[in-house]
Nanobody, 115 residues
Framework: QVQLVESGGGLVQAGGSLRLSCTASGSIFSNNVMGWFRQAPGKQRELVAR???????NYADSVKGRFTISRDSAKNTVYLQMNSLKPEDTAVYYC?????????WGQGSQVAVSS
């Protein structure tokens, strides 16, 4: 059983920064992709950023240059540093771990950005 536990998030003013963390535990295949998705009220869940076990990254266009994803594979932990936050970044952020046909999700972390 794989479990993802998120931390971070909260309320911040526009232009501020937050950092999300997510640690995976359980039986995890070493060749995997970890990432962050978000879902705003009334909208579909969308990819924010992801990083492979080899370090390759990709970002949503809306966060490029502002958000940075990183990982510590020894700790099965992924981070999302969010800078220059905007009100439109307000959403529930979900950590994701994927490999093969397996796909796991964290419990979600609320990020709210006030204008």
């Amino acid at each position: 059983q794989v479990q993802l536990v998120e931390s971070g998030g909260g309320l911040v003013q526009a232009g501020g920064s937050l950092r999300l963390s997510c640690t995976a535990s359980g039986s995890i295949f070493s060749n995997n992709v970890m990432g962050w998705f978000r879902q705003a009220p009334g909208k579909q869940r969308e990819l924010v950023a992801r990083i492979s076990s080899g370090g390759s990254t990709n970002y949503a266009d809306s966060v490029k240059g502002r958000f940075t994803i990183s990982r510590d594979s020894a700790k099965n932990t992924v981070y999302l540093q969010m800078n220059s936050l905007k009100p439109e970044d307000t959403a529930v952020y979900y950590c994701n771990l994927a490999y093969g046909f397996s796909n796991y999700w964290g419990q979600g972390s609320q990020v709210a950005v006030s204008s």
